[in-house]
């Protein structure tokens, strides 16, 4: 047992050290090479929506990034995309109807967003509080 632990601390010193190095660009490209073909990263420069997608922003009036959802798609949980109470405003560039939830699962009193419209600032109540967000 105690052989056996050695090369698992050993792996562990070499990955904290190599997290620590690496510089904050590589750390921001890995949660973009987990994502779903369903899930586009939006860039803080991009303030459209492609057709098709739910846009999720950071900030009010679309900016500060995102996330767009492809129609279609359900996403349990945004801290999956680190995007967990985060959203401050959307557009819904799709034909269906989507609703936001305060909590992950799809669970909350669920926000209408509309098909072909936009919310260009959360209420204060809600902003940086989606968690999931689902056709409905
Ligand atoms: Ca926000």
Redesign the pocket.
């Known amino acids: 047992m105690l052989i056996s632990r050695v090369p698992v601390v050993a792996v562990a010193i070499v990955s904290a050290a190599a997290f620590s190095t690496a510089p904050s660009s590589a750390a921001a490209i890995a949660p973009r090479a987990a994502l779903a073909p369903e899930v586009l990263h939006i860039p803080p420069t991009q303030r459209s929506c492609p057709p098709n997608y739910i846009c999720l922003h950071?900030?009010n009036n679309f900016e500060?990034g995102g996330y767009a959802v492809l129609a279609g798609y359900d996403l349990n949980f945004l801290g999956s995309l680190g995007f967990n109470d985060?959203?401050?405003s959307w557009r819904n560039a799709s034909s269906k109807r989507y609703c936001w939830y305060p909590d992950w699962n799809f669970e909350g009193v669920a926000r209408v967003m509309r098909a072909e419209s936009e919310v260009h600032a959360l209420t204060f109540e809600e902003?940086?509080t989606p968690s999931s967000v689902a056709s409905c």
Do not use: A, K, T, V
Request: glycine share 12%.
């Open positions: 950071q900030d500060g985060q959203m401050s902003n940086d």
